[in-house]
């Protein structure tokens, strides 16, 4: 009585494990296309559920008050587009008051992050959260309550001449037996008013 063998190609001996595993990934099944199809259908039919997602215009928006809030000409997009989604999906109404501030923004004359933190403030009590998770997922790293970046977190740029991130040793053997260099205490002042302090656990 005959038995049900698996066929294999002639050449099998003469590929390769990857160019094997690539053709095993080319070729597609008859639900493989099904499913592709539905999954189009779908989208097509429900694209009002996809209507949250950033746009350029919304990232863009978020970069230019992230730039005023840490005093900084340049930073990375492809972070800020990663923390912009993880802060509006934690909290959807993040996106207007983002819009909020850009518009404070540019009907003011902001030179400092200090000023338009205060003049946001005051103008609405509320935007005071949204500033916090904007300089929390710069700073931290954090949004979301997810990591989306570690070493090109603010925090560590501040004191990358003293003080390295964990995991990461960029001096040299038995670095950390040598006095590191001196910093200077910091000179300003808060620009919020006190929020609570919350215990995150470790």
């Not at 978020?62 to 005023?68: A, C, D, I, L």
Request: aromatic residues 8%; contains cysteine; hydrophobic residues 40%.
């Amino acid at each position: 009585m005959a038995t049900d063998q698996r066929c294999f190609p002639a050449d099998i001996h003469l590929s390769t494990p990857n160019s094997a595993r690539l053709n095993r990934l080319m070729r597609m099944s008859r639900r493989d296309v099904l499913l592709a199809g539905m999954g189009a259908a779908l989208v097509s039919g429900t694209g009002n559920v996809f209507a949250a997602t950033p746009d350029d215009a919304d990232i863009a928006t978020f970069m230019t008050v992230s730039q005023r809030l840490t005093d900084r000409d340049t930073l990375d997009p492809r972070i800020g587009h990663a923390l912009f989604m993880g802060i509006v999906h934690a909290v959807p109404t993040r996106r207007d008051q983002v819009n909020q501030l850009h518009e404070l923004m540019t009907k003011n004359s902001f030179t400092s992050a200090r000023e338009l933190a205060r003049a946001a403030e005051q103008a609405d009590p509320g935007l005071k959260d949204a500033i916090h998770d904007i300089m929390t997922g710069w700073y931290r790293g954090l949004a979301d309550h997810k990591v989306v970046v570690y070493r090109s977190a603010l925090m560590f740029d501040i004191t990358k001449d003293a003080v390295y991130p964990k995991t990461y040793a960029s001096g040299g053997p038995f670095y950390w037996t040598k006095t590191p260099p001196e910093v200077a205490l910091p000179t300003g002042e808060p620009a919020l008013s006190p929020s609570t302090f919350v215990v995150e656990p470790t």
